[in-house]
């Protein structure tokens, strides 16, 4: 299995694939972060834009409770994206700068390669396009399993091919299946061996749950309980 380099640096937890939450509510992160299992948060512009906060206190708060914080550009030419990944990277070494997998990003994750700026690679929806992204130094690839399926395709499978094609050629950028929609997403990039899975606060709060451990703690208690009586 393939190890990234940006997994050395933050995996704050043992099992191997990290999880993340898709969010730009500092609360949830602090809720779901105080289960001792987070290991990352991700955001995008419509994350960040249904809360109506300042993005950069935003970040900044979530630096403090997470060791990798996604925070996208809004810029959509290399120029513009190479300078606010800059300035994004300086706000916390935390942050990993989202670059949006065009032409214009592959520019900019090839500059902030070079510039030791840690880069997750979004909107990734083929293996060629994370082929490339890989290439040009991302540390984290980004594809959307959700829309895929949305769109009538099998969101997992690609994250198999590109999980494949990764053992073969030792690329240490990381794979973060994005876009998970239901807990089986989950599962599924856990069995395929993906690195990360961001999850949004609705799916997270269903990963501790089952029917089995309700009714089996309840029978617990009431046999702790008659032991009293
Ligand atoms: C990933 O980093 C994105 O923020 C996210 O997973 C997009 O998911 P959506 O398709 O539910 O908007």
Sequence with gaps: ?????????????????KLFLDTANVDHVTEIASWGVLDGVTTNPSLVAKEGKDFKETVLKMCALVPCVSAQVTATDAEGMQKQAVEYSKWHKHVVVKVPMTVEGLKALRFCKEKGIKTNCTLVFSLPQAMLAAKAGASIISPFVGRIDDAGGDGM???????????????????????????????????????????PYEVFKKLPLHPLTDTGLKKFMDDWTKTKG
């Design 1 to 17: 299995m393939v190890r990234g380099v940006a997994s050395k640096v933050n995996r704050a937890y043992n099992f191997p694939m």
């Design 157 to 199: 499978q690609l994250i198999a091919e590109i999980m494949e094609a990764w053992e073969h050629y030792q690329f240490s950028t990381e794979v973060l299946v994005a876009s998970t929609r239901k807990p089986e997403h989950i599962e599924r990039a856990a069995r395929i061996g993906a690195h990360i899975a961001t999850i």
